[in-house]
C-alpha cells in the first residue's frame, strides 16, 4: 500500500491510501461510527434535492490530481449527485 496524498478534515488529518493490488484508495484512520453517525445525521438534516455542482466538481478535481482515468466507485453515493457530475463530465450530457 502507497500514501498518495493526505487530507484535514475537521482539524484531524487523513491520509489517502492506495493498494496496488486491488486498485483501491481508501482513508486512515478510518472515522469511528460515532464519527459516521454524527456526519451522516448533519448531512441529512442539511441534504436538499438540489446538485451542489461546484462542491461536487471539486470532489472530482480532487480526486483527478491523484489518479487520471479507471473506474470510479462510490460507496454510499446517497443520491448519485457526485456520480451525475462524473457522468456529465466524462460523456457530455446528463445522467437520467
Known amino acids: 500500500m502507497n500514501?498518495?496524498?493526505?487530507?484535514n478534515h475537521n482539524h484531524?488529518?487523513?491520509q489517502i491510501i492506495f493498494n496496488?493490488?486491488?486498485q483501491i484508495a481508501s482513508?486512515?484512520?478510518?472515522?469511528?461510527?460515532?464519527?459516521?453517525?454524527?456526519?451522516?445525521?448533519?448531512y441529512y438534516r442539511n441534504l436538499n434535492n438540489s446538485i451542489n455542482a461546484k462542491k461536487e466538481?471539486?470532489?472530482l478535481n480532487a480526486i483527478e490530481a491523484f489518479q487520471k482515468g479507471g473506474r470510479l466507485l462510490d460507496v454510499g453515493a446517497g443520491q448519485g449527485h457526485?456520480?451525475?457530475?462524473v457522468q456529465h463530465k466524462n460523456t457530455g450530457r446528463e445522467s437520467g
Open 27 to 42: 482513508f486512515k484512520p478510518l472515522p469511528s461510527s460515532g464519527q459516521l453517525k454524527t456526519y451522516y445525521e448533519k
Open 3 to 7: 500514501i498518495i496524498g493526505s487530507i
Open 12 to 14: 484531524k488529518d487523513y
Open 57 to 59: 466538481c471539486q470532489r
Open 20 to 22: 496496488k493490488k486491488t
Open 82 to 85: 457526485f456520480l451525475s457530475i
